[in-house]
């Protein structure tokens, strides 16, 4: 696979699944801010640090208020991690490879991006902000059923899952981090950060089914760490890209030594958490492993990088 061709599949895979974690986060963090003991602007100025650049938002913005900072996190089109930019670098990568991939694909994604690019904020704030984050989720859940369904499972298929796992877990790392390390003392409010937490990934009805223990902020981070049964957990996310990296094998070349470290490397990574105690993690431990598995997935996008593609792209969120 040409190096242009595996960085934009990989990135495709990037971009569509951060998209999606950032309107599941934002979406929390509406159903979390009459919880938070904070100050309006204190909520969302931490929303604005979680999904973008404070530096930046301060140098356009006087104050952390709803709107601007909406307009920030979703529509501008000069922020980085804006669900507009993320979608846009999504089908930008798209257009350059149409070939590589079903048309029915560049479809759905161009005709999202310019839904997104017509909406205004204004009618996000004044209509529902949950409805428009549950179309954005429902757009992006489209493009995923599609592409399962309708592309051929050759390398161009694995190099994109494999991109989107490696976010996956990103994600979920990042939505760990930024509530945990906001968690509320009082009880109530805790049981409600928690609440958003494990249904901002998907993961209530899942939660329930298997009868975990106790509903906390520990039990929910164990589950979404942990849990091998479950999509959006670090570690089915971690053993997913491995496996689609190990399924590149067979286009890889002669040596293919580049490529096997890849694999030796996220295999350490799910070994790693399969042999983590459930009981090691804890609200005093939590924040450490977070950073440990938020370093190991960063080695891991750079060791793609390294093997797939052209020199000078960074590949980190």
């Not at 939505?175 to 968690?183: A, D, I, M, R, T």
């Not at 937490?197 to 906390?216: H, I, N, P, T």
């Not at 049964?229 to 293919?256: C, N, W, Y």
Request: with cysteine; net charge negative.
């Amino acid at each position: 696979m040409l190096d242009r061709i595996a960085e934009s599949l990989f990135w495709i895979g990037r971009y569509s699944e951060r998209a999606e974690n950032h309107a599941r986060l934002l979406d929390v963090y509406y159903h979390l801010r009459e919880d938070s003991p904070g100050v309006d602007e204190t909520v969302w100025q931490r929303i604005a640090s979680t999904l973008g650049d404070s530096a930046s938002y301060e140098e356009r913005y006087d104050a952390y208020v709803e709107r601007d900072v909406l307009h920030f996190l979703t529509l501008d089109p000069t922020q980085t991690n804006s669900l507009l930019t993320c979608i846009g670098q999504a089908r930008d990568n798209m257009r350059k490879i149409r070939e590589q991939l079903p048309a029915e694909l560049w479809n759905l994604m161009n005709g999202f991006y310019l839904w997104l690019k017509g909406v205004h904020v204004d009618e996000i704030v004044q209509s529902s902000p949950h409805r428009f984050f549950q179309r954005v989720k429902e757009g992006l859940a489209a493009f995923q059923g599609t592409a399962v369904s309708i592309t051929l499972r050759d390398e161009s298929w694995h190099m994109m899952e494999s991109g989107r796992y490696l976010e996956r877990s990103e994600n979920v790392l990042r939505l760990l981090q930024s509530v945990s390390e906001k968690l509320p003392e009082s009880n109530n409010s805790s049981y409600a950060f928690t609440l958003a937490v494990l249904k901002s990934a998907g993961g209530y009805e899942a939660f329930r089914k298997l009868d975990m223990e106790e509903f906390c902020m520990e039990g929910v981070a164990r589950f979404l760490l942990l849990q091998e049964t479950f999509p959006r957990s670090v570690h089915f996310s971690i053993s997913s890209f491995e496996q689609h990296l190990k399924s590149m094998r067979a286009h890889a070349d002669q040596s293919g030594s580049g490529l096997e470290r890849v694999i030796r490397m996220a295999g350490k990574a799910r070994s790693e958490l399969g042999w983590l105690d459930r009981n090691e993690i804890n609200l005093a431990t939590l924040g450490v492993i977070l950073h440990q598995l938020m370093a190991t997935s960063r080695q891991l996008g750079e060791s793609v990088a390294k093997y797939f593609m052209s020199p000078g792209r960074e590949v980190i969120a």
